[in-house]
């Protein structure tokens, strides 16, 4: 019963936590420019990050170890510190994308300016991370996003013309949009629903949990139910921007606008459950990146690290997530759109992706560490299929950026 129940909570946090502020933010804007007509992006990156992430856990289940402690020792210090790198920064700007998620959905709770919010979040980011344990973190913050179900209700509360809708899904560029910004918000999309810290933090969280070969079987359930369902969600957000927004000629420029159509089908309750499930998704998100800018540091270094260690016994750990939480403080301060943030965080989310995923599918075909459980020929065949395609999306991000204006 305890293992049946570790099932089906770890389901619940992984649909839970899969929507962030940059699925929020990217799923609606493009539901409000282009409708459905790029959910198949959607399917896309939530097909890869099941294969990643799965990866990735059982890489941590029979090794023991996290990601970026064998990806050090088996690619090298000078090939592992260009991942590094381009994790760190990557999860770096998301850690300021989620601290402002939080701080601007206070503020919709609110009418509380989000400035000042901002270090209110950022400090009880870092109190749970120091005093809750793990499990407990994972699964109150997890089930407190699955609220966001209420853009799957709000959208049958709408009423919209199902059949419409459903042309929408045929991929297809708009008239008012051009063919270059088509592909730049696919790409902003992908990274999105790929985002690196995902598979860093889903290594580490089984070694916290003390994974093993035994536990396979649970973690290929997390992945393989929790990831689409939470895609499902990403798809409903996109749904209701299409439902409400894209005939008004509203395209999104604010967490506002984002919860627009859940007010209008659901009402009160609806605004009520949508701001507590954006409240809890972007706080566990910033969890997550949080312990995710801690775990790589740690992992590449050598240092001790993990909530299951007290603070003293981790010092350079806790010491590095504290000065990333104060860094993104400094960055927001300065009043930096956090929606602008978001977006651009997404987009070069896709940019990192082949340092990213390329070493985990290294490491997860070397007997060395995997013994028995390394890749099978269909795992590596679609492992190396999603190469190329990352290999594309990072290749064209920066010159559809500069093309389009970051989607202007």
């Not at 995902?198 to 089984?206: D, H, Q, R, Y």
């Not at 064209?396 to 989607?407: N, R, Y």
């Amino acid at each position: 019963m305890k293992r049946l129940l570790r099932v089906a909570l770890g389901i619940l946090t992984a649909i839970g936590g899969f929507v962030d502020i940059g699925d929020l933010v990217t799923n609606a804007v493009v539901g409000s420019r282009f409708g459905l007509s790029l959910v198949w992006v959607v399917a896309l990156g939530v097909l890869g990050i099941c294969l990643f992430a799965n990866m990735s856990g059982r890489v941590a289940a029979a090794s023991g170890r996290a990601t970026f402690e064998v990806i050090r020792e088996r690619l090298g210090a000078r090939a592992g510190l260009a991942n590094l790198a381009a994790s760190f920064l990557i999860n770096l700007m998301t850690v300021t994308a989620e601290i402002g998620g939080v701080a601007l959905a206070l503020q919709l709770a609110s009418s509380v300016y989000y400035l000042l919010w901002i270090p209110v979040a950022a400090l009880a980011v870092w109190l749970v991370v120091w005093r809750v344990r793990f499990s407990i973190m994972e699964n109150v913050t997890g089930l407190l996003g699955l609220t966001l179900v209420i853009f799957a209700v709000a959208l049958f509360l709408l009423k919209p013309d199902w059949g419409s809708l459903a042309g929408q899904l045929t991929p297809a560029v708009p008239e008012q949009e051009t063919v270059w910004t088509y592909s730049y918000y696919a790409i902003a999309l992908f990274g999105a629903a790929m985002t690196p810290y995902e598979v860093f933090f889903f290594s580490s969280g089984a070694v916290e949990e003390g994974w093993t070969v035994k536990d396979l079987l649970q973690e290929r359930i997390n992945v393989l139910v929790g990831f689409p369902l939470g895609g499902l969600l990403s798809v409903s957000i996109a749904a209701c921007a299409a439902v409400v927004l894209l005939p008004a000629g509203i395209s999104v420029t604010s967490l506002s606008q984002v919860i627009l159509p859940v007010a209008e089908g659901a009402g009160k309750i609806g605004l009520a459950l949508v701001l507590l499930g954006i409240v809890a998704a972007t706080f566990g998100a910033a969890l997550e990146t949080t312990l995710s800018s801690g775990y790589t540091l740690a992992q590449f270094f050598g240092w001790s690290w993990g909530k299951f260690r007290r603070p003293a016994e981790a010092a350079r750990f806790h010491l590095s997530m504290i000065v990333c939480l104060l860094v993104g403080i400094a960055v927001l301060a300065t009043g930096v759109d956090p929606v602008l943030v978001t977006e651009y965080s997404v987009v070069f989310s896709a940019i990192a992706l082949p340092l990213t995923y390329l070493p985990i599918l290294i490491v997860a075909n070397d007997p060395q560490y995997m013994r028995e459980h390394v890749n099978g020929r269909v795992v590596n065949a679609l492992g190396m299929v999603y190469l190329v395609i990352i290999l594309v999306a990072s290749i064209a991000a920066i010159p559809l950026m500069i093309v389009t204006g970051a989607g202007a």
